[in-house]
């Protein structure tokens, strides 16, 4: 037990410096980019912005990783990583792989952008019987939130896609499963509430 204290107490040391190190990069390429702009190089200023911007969202991919939950008694969490992205805009992402038996299950966090907004344009399109096959999707809430599910009996692959606030999106996706209900568990341990706020 003293070890994994041990180990806890370095990961977050670790963490902060990396934090720490990230933001003073972010403010020297702000304060060179101010010098630029000074001098009328505006094209060399944009690029020192667009350096600090992603820094900043490198930050803050790893702040989301908090939000990725421990694995539920049966399941195994395999893998967690942060990952900012410029794709639709700014945004950050972070996501788990859990394992249940044959069962593979991918939960992501997606903030910003059109990935962040997807949960809700999934409903919408699910509403407008855009998705998938008639009949195969259905609205759910989690957490008090409200989402699109599908599963694919077939295929024994299904997902859930939850919009939280305007901008932020968790989706559950799972292989081999015999339906959604391994989907629910890993969203339901997810604080929507808490990541709302946060972001």
């Not at 930050?59 to 900012?84: H, N, R, S, T, V």
């Not at 593979?104 to 059109?114: C, R, S, Y």
Request: proline fraction near 2%.
């Amino acid at each position: 037990m003293r070890k994994i204290l041990i180990l806890a107490a370095l990961l977050m040391l670790a963490l902060n410096l990396f934090a720490q190190n990230q933001g003073e990069e972010a403010i020297q390429s702000l304060d060179t980019a101010k010098t630029l702009i000074q001098k009328g190089d505006y094209i060399k200023a944009q690029d020192e912005i667009n350096f600090a911007l992603a820094k900043i969202n490198e930050i803050l991919a790893e702040e989301l990783l908090k939000y990725i939950p421990d694995a539920p008694a049966g399941f195994k969490l395999d893998d967690k990583q942060a990952l900012p992205m410029n794709l639709g805009g700014n945004s950050i992402s972070a996501s788990g792989s859990y394992e249940k038996d044959d069962s593979e299950i991918t939960l992501t966090i997606t903030v910003g952008g059109v990935m962040g907004q997807a949960g809700g344009l999934m409903g919408m399109a699910n509403l407008f019987g855009a998705m998938g096959m008639a009949g195969a999707g259905k609205t759910i809430r989690i957490n008090g939130y409200s989402g699109n599910q599908e599963y694919n009996k077939e295929e024994s692959s299904g997902s859930l896609n939850i919009q939280v606030g305007s901008k932020i999106t968790v989706m559950v996706m799972g292989e081999n499963i015999e339906n959604t209900d391994p989907l629910k568990t890993i969203a339901e341990l997810v604080d929507m509430a808490k990541l709302e706020k946060a972001f």
